[in-house]
């Protein structure tokens, strides 16, 4: 009798404090730890590691990662890898798999880890897309073929450690992925945020902190350079997964492969040249954000003079707001509802209506397949030599910068 009792109490004590009595700050220190470290695994490993081949892991890491994925998410890399090549080759198309522009916002958020799993199950997505992972005996005879066997793993862990409230971590675990990754990142990173960079797709930046999901807040930095090891392109953002990229290859863990081009001004050339257009053409997505910015601010120097010049007309004023918000995105990417404001602030602006036709004859410079470099080199000084002459002051900066771009 005296031994059931005392198991009675050992196994009340185990569920009520678990094996190691931890705190309920311990256990939430630990949950936090462990999610994170979920995440880190998920960016430096499946995505900037395996799906877009921007750095090379040692044996080292690249198994703890993958041991670790296991046992917190139970995701298959080739499974993962495919899906997510397939999201950048048909990204915003009903061909995405999670793509909130098609699917809307409210299926990607609250259902995110459903679609993945239904993609997972195609397998003409995982043959075609799914090229290059992981195929050795652990990964065929463990990780792939008992795949949810490690989060039953985790939960067992987790009940010994921290007996009852363990099933609650585990939960947190469990969800964290789901919600982050399949969520947050599918759905408001290509819906709401900030954008660097004009990328064919509708992505955006959730944060320039780049610190809960690892540095994939940054993901129109990311679809801008997708082969990028480093997500942060601004001195005001910061990348966490770059920074554990960085502690890894210090160790001689990880090997970076390529990084986002940066645009490097150095003195002014006479004419612009093959160079020049080679610069030019690499760092196309920042000289266009640049030239974005001078719309931007030509757009509120309009607004300002019309308000001092006693204009109070709202359509007006309105339209040269709406400027200011849209005239420097592609057109396929300007609603259509708003494109009547842009028509009407251009018709009162020459300067506007200037500096977006030159928009175009600048974007062409890499769109056209069908021209020879040379002809390239002398659209561009052409171009360069229409924008010093406009008179716009933005415009003659913006010329002045691209005669000194360097490759």
Request: with cysteine.
């Amino acid at each position: 009798m005296d031994v059931l009792i005392s198991v009675h109490d050992a196994l009340v004590d185990w569920l009520a404090h678990g094996l190691a009595s931890f705190s309920g700050w311990e256990i939430l220190a630990f949950t936090l730890v462990a999610t994170h470290i979920t995440i880190a695994s998920v960016t430096i490993f499946l995505h900037r590691a395996q799906a877009h081949r921007a750095l090379e892991l040692h044996a080292i890491p690249s198994h703890f990662f993958r041991f670790w994925l296991w046992l917190t998410t139970g995701m298959v890399t080739k499974e993962w890898v495919a899906i997510h090549r397939k999201h950048h080759a048909k990204c915003e198309t009903e061909d995405d798999p999670h793509s909130p522009q098609t699917r809307g916002i409210k299926t990607v958020l609250l259902t995110g880890s459903e679609l993945y799993r239904a993609e997972a199950k195609v397998d003409e997505t995982v043959k075609k897309f799914g090229h290059n992972t992981p195929d050795d005996w652990i990964e065929r005879n463990l990780y792939t073929r008992y795949s949810w066997q490690g989060v039953g793993v985790m939960l067992i862990i987790d009940l010994l450690l921290f007996g009852a409230v363990g099933a609650t971590v585990w939960a947190v675990q469990m969800l964290w992925i789901p919600i982050t990754a399949a969520g947050i990142i599918n759905g408001l990173g290509h819906w709401w945020g900030y954008r660097n960079f004009e990328a064919v797709d509708a992505s955006t930046n959730i944060s320039p902190l780049g610190l809960i999901i690892g540095g994939e807040e940054l993901h129109n930095n990311h679809h801008t350079y997708p082969t990028s090891a480093k997500l942060s392109v601004k001195p005001y953002e910061f990348d966490i997964g770059w920074a554990y990229i960085r502690g890894l290859e210090m160790l001689g863990l990880a090997k970076v492969r390529k990084t986002a081009p940066q645009l490097k001004l150095g003195s002014v050339r006479p004419v612009a040249d093959g160079k020049t257009l080679e610069a030019i053409i690499a760092n196309r997505y920042e000289v266009m954000a640049k030239y974005a910015r001078g719309l931007r601010r030509v757009s509120k120097s309009e607004l300002q003079r019309l308000k001092s010049e006693g204009v109070t007309c709202e359509n007006r004023l309105g339209a040269l707001q709406a400027a200011r918000r849209w005239l420097h995105r592609d057109a396929d990417k300007i609603p259509s509802s708003v494109k009547p404001q842009l028509e009407q602030a251009i018709a009162v602006s020459p300067g506007l209506a200037q500096l977006v036709a030159m928009r175009e004859e600048l974007r062409s410079l890499w769109t056209r397949t069908n021209v020879s470099a040379e002809q390239l080199v002398a659209d561009l000084q052409a171009w360069l030599r229409k924008a010093e002459e406009s008179g716009i002051a933005a415009l003659q900066e913006f010329a002045l910068k691209l005669r000194a771009a360097h490759a």
